[in-house]
C-alpha cells in the first residue's frame, strides 16, 4: 500500500509571506508569489538550486537564486528604448495561485498574472494591456520543468522571454557542454564569436547563444541536464570573483544556463495567440 503523501501549503505572514511549499517522498519545492519564483527545489532530499545568502523576499527587484522569470523583456531590452530596470515586469509581481497538489511521486503548481498587474510598473506601456502569463510547474525525484504560456488576446506582442535558473554547483570546476560550435555574443569581453569544447564556469561569464541546445552541466559536485522547447536562445552568466551581485565567494557556488528568447531572438506572438517556453532540470 502507497503511503499517503505529505503535503504542505504554507501562508507565513510574517518573513516567508507568499512563500508555498509542497513535499512527498520524492522531495521537496518551494515557490514564492513574488514573481513566482522557483526558491527551493530538492530532489531526493538534496538542494538543486542556488540562493546567495544575503537575499531576502521582497527586499529586491530580482533575486539572485532560485529560479526567476523573465518577461516581457530580459536584461537591458532589444529594442530602441531604455528599460528601466533589468529582466521584466512579471518578476516584480505577486501571481496568483490558481493550483497546487502533491502526491509521493509528484508536485504541481500552478501560478498566473496579467498586465493589469503590472500596469503601474515603469515600462508596462510598451507592451499589450491585455497579456497574459501562465506558469506551470511540475516537480519529481530527478526531474523539474517549468512551462511559461504568454498569452495576447488583441494585439501582437513582441516580447523578450526566459527562465533564469541558479544551478547550484562547483564552479571553479564546472563547465557546460552542449554549445560547441554554437555563436554567442560574449557581454564580458564585447566579443563574439563559438568555441569547439564546453564553456568553463570559473570566470566572468555573460553569453548569449544563439541556439536552444540541450545542455549538461558537470562539476565535482555532479551534474544537471538542461533542455527546453520554445527557446531560441541560451545565457550563460557568471558574476565571476570580481562581480558584486552576490556576497564575496559565493560566485563559485552557482552558474546560470538560462533558456529563452532573447536579443535578435525576440519573439512575436500574433494577436490572439501564445507562445509556450518550457524548460526542464533533470538531476543525474
Given at each position: ?92 509581481v ?66 523578450e ?51 536552444a541546445?540541450?545542455?549538461k ?15 531560441s ?52
Amino acid at each position: 500500500m502507497r503511503r499517503h503523501a505529505r503535503y504542505r501549503y504554507r501562508m507565513n505572514k510574517k518573513a516567508g509571506d507568499g512563500l508555498i511549499s509542497l513535499s512527498g517522498d520524492w522531495g521537496s519545492i518551494s515557490v514564492h508569489e513574488l514573481g513566482a519564483t522557483v526558491t527551493s527545489w530538492r530532489p531526493g532530499g538534496r538542494e538543486a538550486l542556488f540562493t546567495a545568502s544575503n537575499e531576502t523576499p521582497g527586499a529586491a527587484p530580482m533575486w539572485h537564486g532560485g529560479i526567476p522569470v523573465c518577461a516581457p523583456w530580459f536584461g537591458a531590452g532589444p529594442g530602441d528604448w531604455k528599460v528601466p530596470f533589468s529582466h521584466g515586469l512579471v518578476s516584480r509581481v505577486r501571481w496568483k495561485v490558481i493550483s497546487t497538489a502533491g502526491d509521493d511521486d509528484r508536485a504541481h503548481l500552478t501560478l498566473a498574472t496579467d498586465a493589469a498587474a503590472t500596469r503601474d510598473l515603469p515600462g508596462a506601456n510598451h507592451f499589450p494591456s491585455d497579456l497574459r502569463y501562465v506558469l506551470d510547474i511540475v516537480a519529481d525525484a530527478s526531474r523539474l520543468t517549468l512551462g511559461l504560456t504568454i498569452v495576447s488576446p488583441t494585439r501582437d506582442a513582441v516580447v523578450e522571454l526566459a527562465f533564469h535558473p541558479y544551478l547550484l554547483t562547483d564552479a571553479p570546476t564546472a563547465s557546460v557542454a552542449g554549445l560547441e560550435s554554437v555563436g554567442f555574443t560574449d557581454y564580458a569581453v564585447s566579443a563574439v564569436g563559438s568555441e569547439d569544447s564546453p564553456v568553463a564556469v570559473g570566470r566572468y561569464l555573460d553569453r548569449v547563444y544563439e541556439q536552444a541546445r540541450p545542455t549538461k552541466v558537470t562539476s565535482q559536485s555532479g551534474s544537471l541536464r538542461l533542455a527546453a522547447q520554445g527557446a531560441s536562445s541560451v545565457i550563460v552568466w557568471n558574476p565571476g570573483p570580481a562581480g558584486t551581485q552576490v556576497p564575496d565567494g559565493e560566485w563559485e557556488r552557482f552558474v546560470c544556463v538560462e533558456y529563452g528568447c532573447v536579443k535578435r531572438n525576440q519573439t512575436l506572438i500574433p494577436a490572439g495567440g501564445t507562445h509556450l517556453l518550457r524548460m526542464t532540470i533533470t538531476v543525474d
